[in-house]
């Protein structure tokens, strides 16, 4: 485990580096008209933007802390192994960000082990950064925040999010379980978004069946941070492999385990 002032050193790095990238995407933001853009998959798209953030934030990381592994989106796997691993999305919700929809950030978390230990959301057209880990609090814009309280399901927002790799028929179960205990739902098409909003007490709760490290990892940290629960996310050695995500208040959480009958043992991983 890396010490406290080494942690702090790296917080502020993932700030900065949330910044730059920021930068990049408001520049291509106001042009994205003319942007270059590649479809990955149905509904899955990547643009010169995206590129361009992920290069400067890998490009700051690579300089400052080399050691340090890195887990990119765009650029997959690289740097160091001495078990901190940096998981960038330089662009979450890039079909809003194509589309001129405002619901788009950038995500930079940190790994020690499988154990989410930092991060920092950065929402760039709202200008608000979200940032934090367990033992040090979440802020947002330095100002400090907290999970809701509430664990009364009928008095609470859940944000749900889907991708294609989850089949219809799981997605549309898991949102009828949740929506069973009386939640009301929310989905903005940015899980990392939607976490560092949960961890400001804007929605109460959320659910993926499968998220990336690269889109989950900050988000986790910021939530923990900020005084809720996460159900067990990664495995030794699932690194790269993602897993379901679940995260809420300490007390609404084990309704919501129970609910997905979601097991920690047995997750599900789709391909």
Known sequence: MPS??????????AEAAARAAGEVLLHHFARRGALVIDRKGVNDFVSEADRAAEAAI??????????????????????????LTWCIDPLDGTSNFLKGAPN?????????????VLGVILDPVRDEMFAGGPGFGARLNGEPIRCNAEDDPGRCLVGIGHAKRVPVQRFAEDTRALL?????????GAGALMLAYLSAGRIDAYFERH??????????ALVRAAGGEVAPYLSAGAVADGGPVLAANEGLLPALRSALALSPRNPERPE
């Open 4 to 13: 406290r002032d080494d942690l702090i050193h790296r917080l502020g790095l």
């Open 58 to 83: 890998m490009g700051l990381l690579a300089e400052r802390v080399p050691g340090d592994a890195r887990l990119g989106e765009e650029t997959g796997a690289s740097g160091g192994g001495g078990g």
């Open 104 to 116: 788009w950030c950038v995500s930079v978390g940190l790994l020690d082990g499988v154990e989410p």
């Open 180 to 188: 069973d205990t009386g939640l009301a739902f929310r989905q903005v």
């Open 211 to 220: 998220m990336w490290p690269w889109d989950a990892v900050a988000g986790l």
